[in-house]
Structure formats: structure tokens, C-alpha cells
């Protein structure tokens, strides 16, 4: 299969995966809302989003049966069916069934981002990570845009009845579109084998410090990102300035973040890009810090705004693309679900103590703290290399396509207790032969 035909489908499945989100985050508190549902009920659908948290749960069973774009496809039909009926249902006394329909809509979400996720690390060759992850990123959130914020332009011509009869018929559309992408080949292991190849996994050498890595990497801007609205408030931004600056604008850096790191990725590897563009990824929280310390004006606000979106879109790709290059294919449903579960952990734990040292110790020193959670994760990049290596460019020297994680977990597995490795199997590397 050709890169650009794999980018077809990774633009697909990926504006796919972005729409749900865009529907929970943006539609449903506006459609509940504006039929007189209390503020506390809607608080209560942040318990809608758990599933994308907790999908490493079920994750295995997309490893041991089916096809990737067959679960695509049963996921969006059915988030296509509990579109239809949510009108059915009276929005201002939302009952028990409407909401396990909204809860049905979501575990479909979660699991369809599993087999998309796997499909995506199943038909990447190395060196292509940074090219995949860089346009992955950018229709993600198009496609979050696309179902979210467009949709309520048609609330006001159409009705909220027609608005979700275009979802429903949007999500059908995918699901069909799913039907006719390449297959992607899935080794169902027999349930004894796929747990020692996942126990393999977890007790590679150095992993404890790699998924430490994954907890805390990007923990510096999930720690800053929900002070940011309330500190534009606090300083006299009106909303509106918020919706330009922060939210459009902040979305087209993103996405024009996303594609130069990317690139930048593909050119110069992911160990570089991880390194390098989480640099890009910090300083934006110093740049706040300044801006609350010396109270600067509206044009150094916009600035560390609009720093904060490009750095973030920056690092996206190549953070993805490691989490995908250590991915075994075989166990792709499973592994990748697990490090993208540690990856959205501290987003949960780290607001409400956010919040609090913002309150306690103000702004100033709430942006600088943030900025020093970026340290941790530099003291981890030796075992990163350990696992990657320097490379990870097209061309480059590293295991064939398909086999890097798992002949390394592998080979992490069969070292004994004096840190030999024993013969790997052939066509297959022992896990320090990625990085010399």
C-alpha cells in the first residue's frame, strides 16, 4: 500500500474518530441546556467521556476477534442509531434510557477509536510515523470542529431534530466508508500466547521507565490547559476574544502545528522530535508566566495563545508516533489503548490540584510550576532511546516494518538474570539492535 493511500484512509477514520468527541463536548450541553436541563445534570455527562478513559478494559477483544475496519464499521452504525433516537426522547426530563443510549453512543466511540488506533499502527511502516501522526492530528480535530462547533450554525435554520438526523446520516456515511478500506492483517493469537506476549510487553527491559515517560510527558500543558481560559477572563478578555484567539485561531496552529512537527519528525526522527519539540511544547508556559508577573498587555497574551497552539500541534505528531513505534502489531488493539490510557490519566488528576495552587499561589506561579513538569520527562529520554533509538527516518536503519516492538519485547523478555540476551529468532533483532 502506498503512503498516500494509507494518508487517504488515516484522513478518513481519523475525522471519524473526532466527530463523537465534537458531539459530547459541544452539542449535547448546548441541546440539554436550551431545553431547561439543570447545570448539575449537565455536569453529570462528564461521566459520558469515561469510557474513552477506562477502553484499555476491553481493548483485547479487538486483538482476539474480527477485523479492524469491521469494528469500525459496527461502532458507527451504532453511534449512527443513538444519533436518530436522542430526539425520540423528551431532552428536558432525560430519563434512564436516554441515557444509556448517550452511554452506548460513547463505549461505541471508545472502542471504535481502539480498532482505528490498531488499524493505524497496523498499516504504518517504520519511518512513516511522523507522515501518518502529523495528518492524523489535523483531521482529528476537524473533525471535532466539524460535528461540534459547525453544528450549531444549523441549530437556528434547522431544528435540533434535523441536527441529529445529520449526524446519524454522517456517521451511517462512515461506517459505509469503512466497509471499503484495506484490510489490515490481525494475528489472533490464542489466549495463552497473547498473555505472555503482553506480559512480554510489560517487562521489557526499561519499561516501567518508558510508560513513566507516557504518564508525564505532556503532563506540563494538560496541567496549564484549564487554567488558560479563566486566567484570560480574570485579565478582562471577553469571550468573544476568547473564541478568535484562543479557540478558532488556536485550532488553525494546532493543526498547522501538527503538520510541520510531522514533518519535522519524519526528517529528523522521533527521538529528535520528542526532544527538540517538547522544548516548543514548554516554553509557552514560561511565556504565561511572564505575561501574569509583569501584567503585559493584550498583544503578549495573544502571543503566548498562539505559541501555546503551534507548540502543542508540534509535538503531537511525534509523541504519536512513539507511542505507535512501540506498539507491537500483533497486540496493537491492546498495547496502544494502554499507553494512550497513561497518556490521558493526569489530564483527570491534575485539575482540580491546578486549580487549587492557582488559588493559593496565583498565576504567576501557578505558568512556572507547569513549566517544571516538563523536567521529569528529560530525566526519562535514556530509556526512550534505549527502546527507539536516534533514528526513525525513512531509510533509516531500524528493525523491518512490523516486527521492532515486538521482537524487542520479545528479546526484553528472554534476557537472563545476568542481562544476556539469548538468540533472537530469525529476522529478528534483540531489543539493543535498534540503537546502534
Not at 446519524?168 to 498473555?195: D, G, I, N
Not at 509523541?319 to 489530564?347: E, G, N, V
Request: glycine share 10%; proline share 6%; aromatic share 12%.
Amino acid at each position: 500500500m502506498t503512503l498516500r493511500k494509507k494518508l487517504f484512509w488515516i484522513s478518513i477514520f481519523y475525522f471519524t474518530q473526532g466527530m463523537p468527541f465534537g458531539v459530547v463536548l459541544d452539542v449535547l450541553p448546548v441541546y440539554f441546556r436550551q431545553n431547561g436541563v439543570s447545570l448539575t445534570a449537565i455536569g453529570m455527562m462528564g461521566a459520558l467521556t469515561l469510557p474513552w478513559t477506562i477502553k484499555v478494559l476491553w481493548s483485547p477483544i479487538l486483538d482476539r476477534f474480527g477485523e479492524r475496519r469491521t469494528w469500525v464499521t459496527l461502532c458507527g452504525f451504532v453511534m449512527a442509531i443513538a444519533m436518530f433516537c436522542v430526539p425520540l426522547f423528551d431532552a428536558s426530563h432525560p430519563g434512564l434510557v436516554l441515557w444509556m443510549l448517550l452511554i452506548a453512543f460513547t463505549v461505541s466511540s471508545a472502542t471504535q477509536d481502539i480498532a482505528i488506533d490498531a488499524f493505524s499502527v497496523g498499516i504504518a511502516s517504520k519511518g512513516e510515523e511522523g507522515s501518518i501522526n502529523s495528518i492524523r492530528a489535523g483531521v482529528y480535530r476537524l473533525g471535532v470542529l466539524a460535528s461540534g462547533g459547525a453544528t450549531m450554525y444549523l441549530v437556528a435554520p434547522f431544528g435540533w431534530t434535523w441536527v441529529f438526523l445529520g449526524l446519524s446520516l454522517a456517521f451511517v456515511a462512515m461506517a459505509v466508508a469503512a466497509l471499503m478500506a484495506p484490510t489490515v492483517k490481525v494475528v489472533h493469537q490464542p489466549a495463552r500466547e497473547w498473555a505472555q506476549s503482553f506480559v512480554a510487553f510489560l517487562r521489557r527491559p526499561g519499561s516501567i521507565a518508558v510508560f513513566a515517560f507516557v504518564l508525564v510527558y505532556r503532563m506540563d500543558y494538560v496541567a496549564m490547559g484549564p487554567m488558560i481560559k479563566p486566567f484570560w477572563l480574570d485579565r478582562g478578555m471577553t469571550p468573544a476574544e476568547i473564541g478568535t484567539i484562543s479557540t478558532n485561531l488556536g485550532m488553525a496552529l494546532g493543526i498547522l502545528g501538527a503538520l510541520l512537527g510531522g514533518l519535522f519528525t519524519s526528517r529528523f526522527g522521533i527521538f529528535n522530535g520528542l526532544w527538540i519539540l517538547g522544548i516548543a511544547q514548554a516554553l509557552p508556559n514560561l511565556g504565561y508566566a511572564v505575561v501574569a508577573q509583569l501584567n503585559l498587555g493584550r498583544p503578549y497574551l495573544y502571543a503566548a495563545s498562539m505559541a501555546e497552539s503551534f507548540g502543542a500541534g508540534l509535538v503531537t505528531a511525534a509523541f504519536l508516533s512513539f507511542l505507535m513505534r512501540i506498539s507491537d502489531k500483533r497486540q496493537a488493539a491492546t498495547q496502544y489503548a494502554l499507553l494512550t490510557a497513561l497518556y490521558a490519566l493526569p489530564r483527570s488528576l491534575m485539575a482540580p490540584i491546578g486549580g487549587r495552587v492557582a488559588d493559593l499561589w496565583g498565576y504567576p506561579s501557578f505558568f512556572f510550576l507547569t513549566f517544571l513538569l516538563a523536567v521529569p520527562s528529560y530525566a526519562l529520554l535514556p530509556w526512550v532511546y534505549r527502546w527507539i533509538g536516534p533514528n526513525g527516518r525513512r531509510g533509516g536503519a531500524d528493525v523491518p516494518a512490523g516486527e521492532g516492538a515486538g521482537a524487542d519485547a520479545e528479546a526484553g523478555a528472554s534476557r537472563d538474570s545476568g542481562g544476556n540476551t539469548e538468540t533472537a529468532a530469525p529476522g529478528r533483532r534483540p531489543a539493543s539492535a535498534t540503537v546502534r
